[in-house]
């Protein structure tokens, strides 16, 4: 078992910057392959970034080039530093754990989520 808790969410303009944090607890963290959804109102939930056990990224590419995933194995957490926020980026954000070793963009492929932390742009 992975228990998630997501931080840093809040209300940004257009242009600006946040910091999402995932703290991870349970299992051994580096086991996992960790990722970031989102979902939109009205919308289905999304991939946005993901770090493989092994350290490769993966990136959405509506967020590639902008966002950036990183993880802290000493302190079992995976951040996204996100840049340049549009509008279309505000969603609540979760966090997602997975035991393999890619960065599987299917929301099927995470077997443990946290409970999401909003993230509102205004323009």
């Known amino acids: 078992q992975v228990q998630l808790v997501e931080s840093g969410g809040g209300l940004v303009q257009a242009g600006g910057s946040l910091r999402l944090s995932c703290a991870a607890s349970g299992r051994t963290f580096s086991s996992y392959t960790m990722g970031w959804f989102r979902q939109a109102p009205g919308k289905e939930r999304e991939f946005v970034a993901a770090?493989?056990?092994?350290?490769?990224?993966y990136y959405a590419d509506s967020v590639k080039d902008r966002f950036t995933i990183s993880s802290d194995n000493a302190k079992n957490t995976v951040s996204l530093q996100m840049n340049s926020l549009k509008p279309e980026d505000a969603a609540i954000y979760y966090c997602?754990?997975?035991?393999?070793?890619?960065?599987?963009?299917?929301?099927?492929?995470?077997?443990?989520w946290g409970q999401g932390t909003q993230v509102t742009v205004s323009s």
């Open positions: 997602a754990a997975r035991y393999g070793s890619s960065g599987s963009p299917r929301v099927t492929s995470y077997a443990y």
């Open positions: 770090i493989s056990r092994t350290g490769g990224l």
